[in-house]
Each structure stands twice: as structure tokens, then as C-alpha cells.
């Protein structure tokens, strides 16, 4: 009898310890930024909330795969792409995606990080082949609004949401950079020129009302001469002025128009 009650005490020793290791091991904190997926022999048992929870760890029974659902970004490494105008130009991406849905997540695909590059890859090269070099320098947001609609519909079964793709660099061929700066500077000196004649012009039309503002004002044109003669002499002691009476040009005016109109 004290034989068998000191057996049972063993064993019940033995099975204490055991599962207090089970209870010790099988102790997991899930971080605020993070989600639990566990499966029960392989298979899919729930997905576990932030906080303290335990699984059975003991004979792999249970399993518990931690999964970061914060927004993560990724770099598209440079891709040579033809636009639809033939012209080929080096272009590098960073896309920015976080998970919604953590078991599917893990369940749907092997790598989503690796899945995610592949087609955002594939997106860019479809997107920027079918659009011209100015739609592609003039329209980056738009283009990569197109791309993350791309790559968004295939995620979204994965459980990944894409919140944005940035194209971060546009790398053009060394001649195509001298033939859009000389064009770029074509266009400078036209608005030049433009900007030039349209001084002129108004500066014409100031002249003309100005002129014919002195001419209608008695004497005027004769005090404005006077201006002018002494803006362009600033030494008086060398100027010579004639000064004829007003009247004098008058009555030469009216003989010019009594001869026009005669003839």
C-alpha cells in the first residue's frame, strides 16, 4: 500500500511539473501592433487579440504565429521601362502596405513581402509602357494611383491593404537630358521675346496717349521739349537755346494746313 501510494505520488509529481512547464512555455504576450494566428496541429484555431494569452505549446500541439500589422514599406528596385513613345527610362518605387486580415495573411500566402515587389514590378512595367515620357514626368501621382489599384486588387485576398506607392526617381538617357533642356531653353527665350514685345507695345500706346495729351494741352509740347533739353545736357553752361513765341510754330502749323488743304 505505501508502495502504490508512493508511485501515484511520483507520477503525480511528474505530470505537476509537466504542466506547470506546459503553463510556463505556453505563455505568449501579443503587442498592441500585432496579431496571433494559431493553429491546432496545423490547422487554423483564431487569431488572438493584443494582450496576455497562452497556447499548448507541449508535443506541437499548438502553434502561434505572430504577425506585425503595422504600415510597412518596401523599395521596388530600378526597373528599365519603354514608354509608349519608345523611350527607355529607369524607374525605382517604394510601396507602403499593412496587413487587415492576419490569418489570411499566413494561410494565403507564403511570402507577402516578396508577393507584394513581384507584382508592383509587374504593375509599374504595365502602367509606365503605356503612357508617353511628358504623361509620365507631368502625371507621377496618377500613374501610381493606377499601379496601387493594380496591386491592391490582388492583395486585397491576401488580406493587405496598399495605402500608397510612391515613384520616387525618373532616370532619363543622357542624350534625352540635353534635348529637353535646349527645348527648355527654347521656350524661355520665346517667352523672353513675348514678354519683350508686349513691354513695347504698351510702352507704344503710353507714348501715343501721352503725346496726344501734350498736343491738346495749349504750350504743352513746348515745356516738354524744354524737359528733354535739359535731361540730355547736364551741363548748362554749354547748352545754346533758341527760344521762339508759341505763336511763331502756330502760325506755322496753320500754313501747313492752309497749303494741305488747298492742294
Same mark, same amino acid.
Given at each position: 500500500?505505501?508502495?502504490?501510494?508512493?508511485?501515484?505520488?511520483?507520477?503525480?509529481?511528474?505530470?505537476?511539473?509537466?504542466?506547470?512547464?506546459?503553463?510556463?512555455?505556453?505563455?505568449?504576450?501579443?503587442?498592441?501592433?500585432?496579431?496571433?494566428?494559431?493553429?491546432?496541429?496545423?490547422?487554423?484555431?483564431?487569431?488572438?487579440?493584443?494582450?496576455?494569452?497562452?497556447?499548448?505549446?507541449?508535443?506541437?500541439?499548438?502553434?502561434?504565429?505572430?504577425?506585425?500589422?503595422?504600415?510597412?514599406?518596401?523599395?521596388?528596385?530600378?526597373?528599365?521601362?519603354?514608354?509608349?513613345?519608345?523611350?527607355?527610362?529607369?524607374?525605382?518605387?517604394?510601396?507602403?502596405?499593412?496587413?487587415?486580415?492576419?490569418?489570411?495573411?499566413?494561410?494565403?500566402?507564403?511570402?507577402?513581402?516578396?508577393?507584394?515587389?513581384?507584382?508592383?514590378?509587374?504593375?509599374?512595367?504595365?502602367?509606365?509602357? %503605356?503612357?508617353?515620357?511628358?504623361?509620365? =514626368?507631368?502625371?507621377? /501621382? +496618377? !500613374?501610381?494611383?493606377?499601379?496601387? $489599384?493594380? @496591386?491592391?486588387?490582388?492583395?486585397?485576398?491576401?488580406?493587405?491593404?496598399?495605402?500608397?506607392?510612391?515613384?520616387?526617381?525618373?532616370?532619363?538617357?543622357?542624350?534625352?537630358?540635353?534635348?529637353?533642356?535646349?527645348?527648355?531653353?527654347?521656350?524661355?527665350?520665346?517667352?523672353?521675346?513675348?514678354?519683350?514685345?508686349?513691354?513695347?507695345?504698351?510702352?507704344?500706346?503710353?507714348?501715343?496717349?501721352?503725346?496726344?495729351?501734350?498736343?491738346?494741352?495749349? %504750350?504743352?509740347?513746348?515745356?516738354?521739349? =524744354?524737359?528733354?533739353? /535739359? +535731361? !540730355?545736357?547736364?551741363?548748362?553752361? $554749354?547748352? @545754346?537755346?533758341?527760344?521762339?513765341?508759341?505763336?511763331?510754330?502756330?502760325?506755322?502749323?496753320?500754313?501747313?494746313?492752309?497749303?494741305?488743304?488747298?492742294?
Amino acid at each position: 500500500m505505501i508502495l502504490f501510494i508512493m508511485v501515484l505520488f511520483n507520477v503525480v509529481l511528474v505530470v505537476g511539473i509537466i504542466l506547470f512547464i506546459a503553463l510556463i512555455r505556453g505563455l505568449r504576450v501579443v503587442k498592441e501592433y500585432e496579431r496571433g494566428v494559431v493553429l491546432n496541429f496545423g490547422k487554423y484555431a483564431g487569431t488572438r487579440e493584443p494582450g496576455l494569452t497562452w497556447i499548448f505549446v507541449l508535443f506541437g500541439i499548438q502553434e502561434m504565429i505572430i504577425v506585425d500589422i503595422r504600415i510597412n514599406s518596401t523599395e521596388i528596385p530600378q526597373q528599365e521601362v519603354i514608354t509608349k513613345d519608345n523611350v527607355p527610362v529607369g524607374i525605382n518605387a517604394v510601396v507602403y502596405f499593412h496587413v487587415l486580415t492576419a490569418d489570411k495573411a499566413i494561410l494565403k500566402i507564403r511570402n507577402y513581402n516578396s508577393a507584394i515587389i513581384q507584382y508592383a514590378q509587374a504593375s509599374l512595367r504595365d502602367v509606365i509602357g %503605356g503612357v508617353e515620357l511628358d504623361t509620365l =514626368l507631368s502625371e507621377r /501621382e +496618377k !500613374i501610381a494611383e493606377e499601379m496601387k $489599384k493594380g @496591386v491592391d486588387t490582388v492583395t486585397a485576398e491576401w488580406g493587405i491593404n496598399i495605402t500608397d506607392i510612391r515613384i520616387q526617381d525618373i532616370e532619363l538617357p543622357a542624350d534625352m537630358k540635353r534635348v529637353m533642356a535646349k527645348q527648355a531653353e527654347s521656350e524661355r527665350e520665346r517667352r523672353a521675346i513675348v514678354i519683350q514685345s508686349q513691354g513695347e507695345y504698351e510702352a507704344a500706346e503710353k507714348l501715343a496717349q501721352a503725346a496726344g495729351r501734350l498736343s491738346a494741352t495749349p %504750350g504743352g509740347l513746348a515745356l516738354r521739349t =524744354l524737359e528733354t533739353i /535739359e +535731361k !540730355i545736357n547736364p551741363d548748362p553752361s $554749354k547748352t @545754346v537755346i533758341f527760344a521762339l513765341p508759341i505763336e511763331f510754330m502756330q502760325g506755322i502749323q496753320s500754313l501747313t494746313d492752309y497749303f494741305k488743304d488747298k492742294k
